[in-house]
Nanobody, 121 residues
Framework: QLQASGGGLVQAGGSLRLSCAASGGTFSNYAVGWFRQAPGKGREFVAAINSKSGGITSYANSVKGRFTISRDNAKNTMSLQMNSLKPEDTAVYYC???????????????WGQGTQVTVSS
């Protein structure tokens, strides 16, 4: 089970930190990722981090250099630090898990509920 939190309303240029708490299973075995879905658009990949130590990350070009994904295996949590936010980052953000680092970036097996991020101009 995945529980996302941390969404809200922020002005352009501001920052937000999303968190996702996982329960059930061995969290460290899973690659984790974030997706987002803007109004009227499909769900798109944002960022992912591999399992275990989390030394490998992947980002969508649109967020590279602004967003940072991380994980804390001791706390069974994952986070997405979002800086220099833009109005086009407005979306519902979803956390996700999969045993495969490749699959977590495309069609992860487990999804959390979304958290709304709104960036005003």
């Amino acid at each position: 089970q995945l529980q996302a939190s941390g969404g809200g309303l922020v002005q352009a240029g501001g920052s937000l930190r999303l968190s996702c708490a996982a329960s059930g299973g061995t969290f460290s075995n899973y690659a984790v990722g974030w997706f987002r879905q803007a109004p009227g658009k499909g769900r798109e990949f944002v960022a992912a981090i591999n399992s275990k130590s989390g030394g490998i990350t992947s980002y969508a070009n649109s967020v590279k250099g602004r967003f940072t994904i991380s994980r804390d295996n001791a706390k069974n949590t994952m986070s997405l630090q979002m800086n220099s936010l833009k109005p086009e980052d407005t979306a519902v953000y979803y956390c996700a898990l999969d045993l495969s680092f490749t699959v977590v970036q495309t069609a992860p097996h487990y999804w959390g509920q979304g958290t709304q991020v709104t960036v005003s101009s």
